[in-house]
C-alpha cells in the first residue's frame, strides 16, 4: 500500500513558476515509477510527466522545456513547473505503480490567470 499526499498548488500570473511536491508513505522503496497528471475543468484527465528509479524521465509536449521532474528520495518527488499559462490551469495528481497497481494522491489545485 502506498498513501500519496499533493502540495504547492496555488494562484499564479501567467509565466510565473509553482513547485508541487508529492509526499509518499508506505511502501515507498517499492515504488519504480511516479508520474504526474492534470486535469482540467470539463477535460479527460491527462499525463504531464514521468520519472523511472533508472532516472527516466518524459514529459508531455505541452509542457517540455517549462516543466521538470524530479525525485528526491524513494518518499519525496516534486513538480517544478516554470513560464506558466493560463491552459496549465488545472488539478495535478501524482501517481505511483507498485507491483502492477496504480496509486494516486487526492490533487492539489493550480490556477494560471492570464
Known amino acids: 500500500q502506498v498513501q500519496l499526499v499533493e502540495s504547492g498548488g496555488g494562484l499564479v500570473q501567467a509565466g510565473g513558476s509553482l513547485r508541487l511536491s508529492c509526499a509518499a508513505s508506505g511502501r515507498v522503496s517499492s515504488i519504480n515509477t511516479m508520474s504526474w497528471h492534470r486535469q482540467a475543468p470539463g477535460k479527460q484527465r491527462e499525463f504531464v510527466a514521468v520519472?523511472?528509479?533508472?532516472?527516466?524521465t518524459n514529459y508531455a509536449d505541452s509542457v517540455k522545456g517549462r516543466f521538470t521532474i524530479s525525485r528526491d528520495n524513494a518518499k519525496n518527488m516534486y513538480l517544478q513547473m516554470n513560464s506558466l499559462k493560463p491552459e496549465d490551469t488545472a488539478v495535478y495528481y501524482c501517481?505511483?505503480?507498485?507491483?502492477?497497481?496504480?496509486?494516486w494522491g487526492q490533487g492539489t489545485q493550480v490556477v494560471v490567470s492570464s
Open positions: 501517481e505511483a505503480v507498485l507491483n502492477g497497481r496504480n496509486y
Open positions: 520519472i523511472v528509479n533508472t532516472g527516466y
